[in-house]
């Protein structure tokens, strides 16, 4: 009955091990390396590790990291949407859109901003900041990052 449990472990082991093993990174991932000494991050698109060295390419140029020097590896995860820029995405285009309905709402007496109906100031506010707010989020988010276990 002992050599059971011992028999477990040995066809288990292999398994346990392999779970907790790192990861893999696919070439042409994107991914961002944090090098120490002297620091500075490197973004690029993965494309070989060996014993010694991470390859990755920046732009049309390969970079070659030595392990030895990197702190952190880290793989994109996608954009994402900023909320205070699309906050003030909204209130900027919501002030750009009432000025525009404003020049547009302007009656027969010359009265600037005055007509008979304020329809025209409203739903130039209200597209100006639906549009802002949607160009502030999507033009001042951010990329995201996951650490990879090394």
């Known amino acids: 009955m002992r050599s059971l449990p011992a028999a477990l472990v040995i066809l288990l082991a292999p398994t346990l091990v392999s779970a907790q093993a790192a990861p ?6 994107r991914i961002r390396v944090t090098v120490a ?19 990755l390419s920046a ?8 392990l030895a020097r990197i702190e952190r590896i880290e793989q994109s995860a996608g954009r ?24 547009a709402n302007s009656d027969d007496y010359g009265a600037f901003c005055g007509g008979q109906s304020d329809t ?16 502030g989020a999507v033009l001042f988010g951010g990329e995201r990052w996951t650490a990879i276990e090394r």
């Open 37 to 55: 000494n002297p620091y500075r991050r490197e973004v690029g698109l993965y494309r070989a590790i060996t014993d010694r060295t991470l390859q």
């Open 120 to 135: 025209k100031v409203i739903v130039g506010a209200a597209l100006g900041g639906i549009a802002g707010a949607a160009l």
């Open 80 to 103: 994402r949407r900023s909320l205070p820029g699309g906050i003030a995405g909204f209130v900027v285009g919501a002030a750009a859109g009432g000025a525009v309905g404003c020049l």
């Open 24 to 29: 893999r990174i696919e070439p042409g991932t």
């Open 59 to 66: 732009g049309a140029t390969p970079v070659t990291i030595p």
